[in-house]
């Protein structure tokens, strides 16, 4: 019946707020920068390899502020340890777990591979804090033998190949987070693992583009974005624009299939799409985040340019944070048992602590480019020329 | 065989032929459970459908459905959320590490945190009540004695009695939950959400 007035009933709050949304967008920027730097290293991509430490860098230093996300958003935060020993084999978080404590530790061994022997290099060539970071850093193993940057070179490739599944899975399990739960119409469909795997390509493309521009030109050797270099990231871009049009794909075929689904479905679709959420979702999300970085990596004079191809990944940025806090937020907003949005207000303390976590991932990430061997070893004056025919310093 | 019949199975039938939606089982329960300001383990959902004169209202007690395939009970990590054997669906609050997946989970907006003590909170069907042979407060004060509580295992108990003799209803049952909770006499527009108002796009 139509004319149905509710008169009594409780208010019921969305449970997962924004801390959770930006964890999401943590972890996928990870899986993201994570699986570009793959394609060099265990896909073969050669272009492709130049860009491997700076993503597998990304991808950690990310990786490493992503669960704070998590444990800041218990109501017990000092409980957390719990979660690696009373296991429930049903409950995506406990598989989460483990994944989010094997992956980050993958990447730092893979990590180390690949800088070894600008470790063993530095150690020897450089002068003050950094040969001595760097000789700590060797551990001990200052072979520069050709079998010994062999057997280097095999480990990257098997850690690396171990690599990308573990991050496509740290990635695709926040996706199963939200689609095993059957209550939350937005939420309970076999694609959401997928959506949130290609935002996450989009996003950390994204990000990866800008962090090689801004650390290629200020932090690197060369301090300046060379014309392979500049050419590789707008390759990159070209890469963003199909990560984009795959994620889209997916978006259109998910509302479609809601459309057709139940009434929480219908409802879900139409929330999002006409209702409130419309300018977060049409706006923000697709228009903002999707749009407007494919035409900017599509139309051939921004393609071209590093500062449009900028300005779209940072949009994808923008986007793809949209995207979490519409799914993640908008999804639990459905009603269950009322006939209003459920009402959500973001914690001061939540955002507080999203923004002491995002300062300290920036520190990290300047701190990492800056003193690790990402772009090759500094130049050294005094050091004799055959140090550096390792070709880092050519890119 | 034996074993079989003592386990026990508590469910819940409200006959809201009898539901005067006075809201005594409401408070009953706060005083029962020490439950916090704002927050509730039952409460009555009520609605008015119609046009004048042709008008009525309809009531819908709530609470945590105690089901026996509990979304709540596969999404906790650390196993906090657990069954007790005769199947109530109980939360240890000296694990819960308050990651409110649960809360996500949940069709039926049960469970809500509680702001003292901080884990996660719902229904409980007064377990420290039953266990020491009483019944749940709300089913003590129900005035009209909608609400009937008992071991669904046994044939002879009234629960058996209700739901074998009478249509009865639970909430969303497509869910694949299987809810212990059971109404005779439920309407259609008070079991679910209502999205009319959300689907005109109001703000």
């Given at each position: ?76 935060p ?46 020897v ?72 795997l ?39 871009g ?33 929330v ?26 599509l ?36 009603p ?60 | 065989?034996?074993?079989a ?14 539901c ?38 309809y ?14 009970l ?34 039926y ?21 039953v ?73």
């Amino acid at each position: 019946m139509d004319n149905v007035t509710y008169l009594a009933n409780i208010d019921h709050p969305v449970q997962l707020g924004v801390m959770i949304a930006i964890y999401f967008f943590y972890t996928g920027l990870s899986a993201g920068a994570f699986v570009l730097s793959s394609l060099g290293t265990v896909f073969g991509i050669k272009k492709y390899k130049s860009i491997a430490k700076a993503g597998v860098v990304m991808a950690i230093a990310l990786l490493a502020i992503a669960p704070l996300h998590l444990i800041g958003d218990l109501e017990q935060p000092q409980r957390f340890y719990t979660l690696f020993y009373r296991l429930n084999p049903h409950s995506a978080i406990s598989y989460g777990t483990f994944l989010l404590t094997l992956y980050p530790l993958n990447s730092v061994i893979y990590l180390w591979f690949m800088m070894r022997r600008d470790f063993a290099q530095g150690a020897v060539t450089l002068t003050g804090f950094r040969q001595k970071l760097y000789r700590f850093l060797t551990f001990g193993n200052g072979d520069l033998s050709e079998q010994a940057l062999a057997k280097d070179d095999l480990w990257i490739k098997r850690l690396g190949t171990l690599g990308v599944p573990l991050a496509l899975l740290v990635h695709g399990y926040t996706g199963f987070i939200l689609a095993n739960i059957q209550a939350r119409a937005l939420w309970h469909t076999g694609l959401m693992p997928l959506i949130f795997l290609m935002s996450a390509m989009v996003s950390g493309t994204g990000l990866l583009i800008l962090v090689l521009i801004l650390t290629e030109r200020f932090l690197s050797p060369e301090k300046m974005l060379t014309p392979e270099r500049k050419a590789l990231i707008l390759d990159i871009g070209q890469l963003m624009k199909w990560f984009i049009v795959v994620d889209g794909t997916l978006m259109v075929i998910d509302f479609i299939v809601l459309y057709y689904s139940n009434a929480a479905g219908y409802a879900a679709a139409e929330v999002l799409l006409h209702g409130s959420h419309q300018t977060m979702f049409l706006g923000v999300e697709l228009g903002l985040g999707l749009l407007l970085p494919f035409v900017l990596t599509l139309l051939s004079k921004t393609k071209k340019s590093l500062g449009w191809i900028s300005l779209g990944s940072f949009c994808t940025l923008i986007g793809v944070i949209a995207m979490r806090v519409n799914f993640v937020i908008g999804g639990q907003q459905l009603p269950l048992s009322t006939d209003t949005l459920n009402p959500y207000t973001a914690a001061p303390e939540h955002l507080l602590m999203i923004g002491i976590f995002a300062l300290a991932e920036i520190v990290i990430l300047y701190l990492a480019f800056r003193f690790l061997p990402v772009y090759g070893l500094p130049k050294n004056p005094t050091a004799s020329p055959q140090n550096f025919k390792a070709g880092h310093e050519v890119m | 065989m034996a074993e079989a019949e003592k386990k026990k199975r508590y469910a819940m039938v409200v006959d809201l032929r009898k539901c005067v939606g006075c809201n005594a089982c409401t408070v009953s329960c706060k005083i029962e459970n020490q439950v916090p300001e704002g927050e509730y383990r039952t409460w009555v959902k009520e609605i008015e459908k119609g046009t004048y004169p042709e008008v009525t209202r309809y009531r819908l007690p709530r609470l945590c459905n105690h089901c026996d395939n509990a979304p709540c009970l596969a999404a906790c990590p650390v196993k906090a959320t657990y069954r007790a054997d005769d199947g109530t669906i109980l939360i240890d609050y000296d694990h819960c590490i308050g990651c409110k997946y649960c809360m996500a989970a949940c069709p039926y907006d049960a469970r809500f945190v509680n702001p003292i003590r901080k884990t996660a909170e719902k229904c409980t069907f007064c377990y420290h009540r039953v266990q020491a042979g009483l019944l749940p407060a709300c089913v003590t004060t129900c005035v009209g004695g909608a609400r009937v509580f008992g071991d669904l295992n046994d044939p002879q108990s009234l629960v058996a009695k209700l739901i074998a003799n009478n249509s009865v209803q639970v909430l969303k049952p497509e869910m694949n939950t299987k809810p212990m909770v059971y109404y005779i006499g439920a309407d259609r527009d008070i079991m679910g959400a209502r999205y009319t108002n959300l689907e005109k796009g109001v703000k």
